[in-house]
């Protein structure tokens, strides 16, 4: 009897974690869906920007001293920001991107780095380079005006030569590929306009410029 009544009980815990973990799997579908949702919105509206830009500079000398996010710098460096996960157990998907990285940038020395996720932090430093900044300890949106200041400060004085930003683009849930995304300089990633178009632009080309530059650079590292 006693055994029955074990086999009883168990059978009824059993039950319980599977409603426990049944409702665990709901709350995490419906985040999913919400973050997935929020990922591929954000994409158009960057690339709308980008398109205006590309428009409002079409045609125009654009004066690097004026536009510091146009001019190539002299300088040797790469700037590198590198988003990872804080934690393992999500399958190939940091090691997929940290073996991108190692054939794109980890060979080079000339290469600074910045880091959201601490895996990321760890591998930048076990490779032994330069880390400038780390963000893994803080949320992610809430670090985006530090990093953003910290990119700008360091192109417009000619540190860095260029700017890229090295993640995981969600294609689904199930499936990821490495990004390796050309920040600045724009010149170089401005698309090409098959028909220029007239724009009204106010108050003036320099102050909605200066406006809209920095926060492409914040929607593209957001999205």
Known sequence: MANIRLIKRRIRVSKNIAQVTKAMQMVAASKMKK?????????PYAQKILELVSQFSKGKEIDPVSYPFFKKNLGKKNLVILVSTNKGLCGSL??????????WFLKDAETDFVTFGEKGR????????????????S????SVGALL?????????????????????FLSILNHEPVRKLLLPLGEILTEEKSAKD??????????????????LEVEIRK
């Open 199 to 216: 724009f009204l632009i106010e108050p003036d080309l320099k102050t909605v410029l200066l406006q809209l530059l920095p926060h492409y």
């Open 149 to 169: 200041n910290l990119i700008i400060e360091g192109y417009t004085k000619g540190i860095y030569k260029e700017v890229y930003l090295v993640y995981n683009n």
């Open 94 to 103: 940091n090691s997929n991107l940290f073996r991108s990285l190692n054939d």
């Open 122 to 137: 760890l591998l930048v430093l076990r490779f032994g380079k330069n880390l400038v900044a780390d963000f893994s300890s």
């Open 35 to 43: 973050a997935q949702e929020k990922a591929v919105s954000q994409k």
């Open 139 to 142: 949320l992610f949106l809430n």
